[in-house]
């Protein structure tokens, strides 16, 4: 079982890489987010999490790399030395790794001789994977990890120096995998196992498939591995270690299945359970959870980009108590804190005792007087001196608010709440207590947010306006909206029934950390807009999520769903 952290590795970052999910957005010019600068940051924490992973995974060889003395040319310097040069050329696929001992500990310099935007590295422990703050070394073993986010090959040059290298290996293990020929591989509908083939020099060879423990392969020489397929993306890390030298190269790879998934149950909760252990199965692990009342959207509209910000699931529960489904996911789960959205009326002390009877050691309860107030409160805590957006939705509808939430959780914006012509006095509150947010998204047309409250906004930074002729629409435009400006794409969807908000509310998570919009639809067959819009862009898709079972999503809208999937 996986440390219970947020342990958002190769599953889901390799998802929202594509997507550019973020929290913490850059801002570059204009002030808006930069979806560049976005998939850059989580290229990077995507290569930091698989490497403090295997190297932790691997400490015992690394102790004994320690521990071997070996003169071998560009292999090990066997006396004291001051400066240390590790050079070659990396893609994003790769990263590679140098193990080295300090006698003399001491202020370590880098120095980058062969700059490059493209590159980056991080000093671990060569013991517990994790990194090393500052600049100071002591005496002790260390790894120097070196990546890449550049989609083609570029070379580097770090030296080091500063402090007293006893053992500082410079020559990497090779690693070749033949099959398959790419870093991505999209596989035919159905297929369920693949074939990996190679070679290595190292003694040392695993392969983390699936973000799982990792299993070990026959090295030196050639190998082969077969690996359990999955619907969707799977992934496959290869970690070739030389234990003489303590150096390391990892390799990483993308296998799509392309694949329809239904997330179903007896009703809301038990789908909302359900969404829950999917977010486990694509590699998220929370500590926090988030509970709204399952039979009312009012309180829990805005808790979407506060459930991205938390790195949780939203469980929807009845008012006086947990439903059976619900406990049973807690329990299960094992959480540390709760958020509670809405007030006792909404969500009651019952719920709360409940939750503290399973062991949520930490409950915060965001409540208001009305709805807006409760979104106010909300959006207080998803708000970022980074970000300087915000999405207008509805209070008295659900629909629009619920389209946005995945575009608002990627990117770190809040949902405010407003009536169909004003803006109510705690939201307005809101906006004036964060003067850097400047720039508002209305999503829904003038019939549910007027421009009576565009007006408004208008004085406190510049608004624009997704609209449509209908939810289904909207959903669409808002889909569009991402990818024009935001870079986000149609390789995963969420699908939910648009006239019920259950299933989309739950929901939200599930899209938000696969990079997908949540897309709306009629119960009996595929709407129109949306099915035109799959037609459009057809082949774009290699996952799509139903939400909810054959009452709210019927099965001629699966099949017309999965013909859509090459």
């Known amino acids: 079982m996986p440390n219970k952290s947020i342990k958002l590795v190769s599953s889901v970052l390799s998802l929202a890489l594509v997507s550019t999910m973020v929290f913490s957005p850059a801002v570059h010019a204009e002030g808006r987010s930069d979806a560049a600068s976005a998939q850059a940051d989580l290229k990077k924490q995507a290569w930091e999490q698989r490497l403090q992973e295997a190297i932790r995974d691997h400490a015992s060889e690394m102790k004994q790399a320690a521990r071997t003395s070996s003169t071998e040319s560009g292999t090990i310097r066997a006396m004291d030395v001051s400066t240390v040069d590790y050079q070659n050329q990396l893609d994003v696929y790769a990263s590679h790794e140098y193990f080295f001992s300090v006698s003399s500990g001491g202020t370590l310099e880098v120095k980058d001789l062969a700059p490059s935007e493209w590159l980056d590295y991080e000093i671990y422990d060569a013991y517990t994977g994790e990194p090393v703050e500052g600049n100071q070394l002591a005496a002790g073993d260390y790894v120097f990890a070196v990546y890449s986010i550049s989609d083609t090959p570029v070379s580097y040059h770090y030296q080091l120096s500063g402090v007293t290298f006893s053992n500082a290996p410079t020559q990497l293990p090779s690693l070749s995998v033949t099959n398959p020929s790419g870093h991505e591989t999209r596989l035919a509908k159905g297929t369920t196992s693949y074939t990996f083939k190679g070679s290595t020099d190292a003694d040392s060879l695993d392969v983390y498939p699936n973000d799982e423990e990792p299993v070990s392969l026959t090295a030196p020489g050639a190998f082969s591995y077969n690996m359990n397929l999955r619907g969707g993306w799977n992934t496959a890390d290869f970690y070739a270690l030389d234990t003489n030298t303590g150096n390391a190269v990892m390799s990483h790879y993308d296998l799509i299945v392309p694949s329809l998934k239904r997330l179903a149950g007896a009703d809301r909760y038990e789908v909302s359970a359900n969404i829950s252990k999917e977010l486990e199965q694509i590699g998220l692990y929370p500590d926090t959870i988030v509970i709204a009342r399952g039979d009312l959207f009012t309180d ?97 509808n659900f629909p629009d608010a619920l389209s946005s939430s995945s575009l608002a959780g990627q990117m770190g914006m809040p949902i405010l709440l407003v009536g169909q012509d004003k803006v109510p006095a705690s939201i307005a509150s809101f906006i004036q207590s964060h003067p850097n947010i400047k720039h508002f998204i209305i999503v829904g047309g003038p019939a549910t947010v007027s421009e009576n409250v565009k007006n408004e906004l208008s004085k406190y930074g510049t608004v624009e306006r997704i609209s449509g002729a209908n939810r289904y629409q909207v959903a669409i435009n808002v889909a569009k909206y991402g990818m024009d400006h935001y870079g986000m794409d149609l390789s995963t969807m969420v699908f939910a029934r648009g006239d019920v908000f259950a299933d989309a509310l739950s929901g939200g998570p599930l899209a938000v950390f696969t990079g997908a919009p949540i897309m709306l639809t009629t119960s009996t067959k595929l709407e129109s807009n949306v099915d035109a819009f799959l037609s459009e862009h057809r082949g774009e898709t290699d996952q799509m999520y139903i939400l909810g079972g054959y009452g709210s999503v019927s099965s001629t809208t699966e099949q017309q769903l999965s013909n859509y999937l090459n």
Request: hydrophobic content about 45%; aromatic content about 2%.
């Open 300 to 396: 829990a509209l805005s808790g979407g980009p506060l459930a991205a910000q938390e790195a949780a699931p939203i469980l929807l529960t009845a008012t006086s108590s947990l439903p059976s489904s619900i406990k049973s996911e807690v329990q299960r789960l094992h959480p540390r804190r709760a958020i509670i959205l809405g007030g006792t009326g909404s969500v009651s002390t019952t719920v709360e005792s409940q939750l503290k009877s399973l062991g949520v050691s930490e409950i915060e309860r965001i409540a208001g007087s009305d709805r807006f107030a409760v979104s106010a409160a909300v959006a207080a805590k998803v708000a970022s001196p980074y970000q300087d957006t915000a999405i207008v939705a509805s209070g008295l």
